[in-house]
């Protein structure tokens, strides 16, 4: 599969020529340099040291007690920076060195993955340049802020709809300006290949340890495993691990206001096979095929399409995809933080809310949920949240 650089009919490399010689570069680097001992030492001593790996898998007991099924949860909200994404721009920084650029570029929406990249620069001394919708720049003040505090430019994008799509196009344009100096940090198992099979090899990392850890603690598998899907990177982190196991997985897209309202950022509910972004996956798209505005509370989650492997996984029935809306991921935030004391963010909350709204039908099962990152960053999204004024006035965040 991965030399075939599709995942069934799905990926591929749709890009400029331009683009092609540092894919293939790119892939080079998954092929020989990644698998090697040095490599390998160096990034796990970085994710022990740095990152603060391996988190722990927490069995949330009065949640067990309150559902009647057995909650586990993968602490990915403890790493370092807050959430699974380090360990995909770690990564990929490192291999970057090891290719000898000498500047990052990466895209970001609400700014969690500019963050983990210019940390990640930082950290190696890499020039760091990131690209933000110019919409999202003003509505996450804060997170430009410390990208800027870690020493990267960020670049606002005036065009399109000024958000995380037309920052993706940015930086694809840029880095193919200046392919030979630059790497591009994609941040999630999407776009031309390798990306998601490079993403994929470095997530992966949350499958491996949570099932070791679920084993030696139990002596056996749990029975279904739940992960909610933006592009799709901490939900394929976490199932890599079990593809292969009599292991129930599931997949949890942003409902937004409801699937029939169209504000949303259901691919697998409404979506249709296109091209988007340097690959081929499910879209959200018109009869024309333009790609649709999607929306969601959750900023992770907000995107119009996923992740090819995801595709695939869902044709063949291996994971089956569902969504919960906007109201139900944030209850699912407030019972967590009053039963565990645990803030999980928004996106994470929407695999919580499966759970919860499935509790009747997963009763008596081991349920383990990738807690892909914390809530404090979405505390005033919760706060000023009110589930019956948003449907009659729309959308605040896509809108
Ligand atoms: C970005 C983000 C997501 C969504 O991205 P995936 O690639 O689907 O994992 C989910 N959870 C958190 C906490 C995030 O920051």
Partial sequence: MPQSRYYGEYGGVYVA???????????QGLLHIVPDEEFQNEYRR????????PTPLFHARRLSKELGVEVYLKREDLNHTGAHKILNALGQTLLAKKLG?????????AGQHGVATATCCALLGLECTIYMGADDVERQRVNVERMKMLGATVVPVKSGTRTLKDAINEAL????????????????????????????????TIGFEAKAQFTEAFGGLPDVVVACVGGGSNAIGIFSAFLEDDVELVGVEAGGLGIETGKHAARFQTGKVGVFQGTKSYVLQDEFGNTLDTYSVAPGLDYPSVGPEH?????????????????????????????????PALESSHALAYVIENAAELKGKSVLINLSGRGDKDLSIVISYDGESKKHHGGMRNA
């Fill in 17 to 27: 020529e331009t683009l092609v010689p540092a894919l293939i570069e790119l892939e």
């Fill in 46 to 53: 970085l994710l022990r040291d740095y990152v603060g790996r």
């Fill in 101 to 109: 650029k000498t500047r990052i570029i990466a895209e970001t929406g």
């Fill in 173 to 204: 344009r840029d880095w193919t300006t200046n392919v030979r100096t630059t790497h591009y940090v994609l941040g999630t198992v999407f776009g031309p290949y390798p990306f998601p099979q490079l993403v994929r090899t470095f997530v992966s």
């Fill in 311 to 343: 595709a695939f996984l869902h044709d063949t029935g291996r994971v089956r995809y569902t969504y919960v809306t906007d109201t139900s991921a944030v209850s699912a935030f407030r019972m967590l933080a009053k039963l565990e004391g645990i803030l």
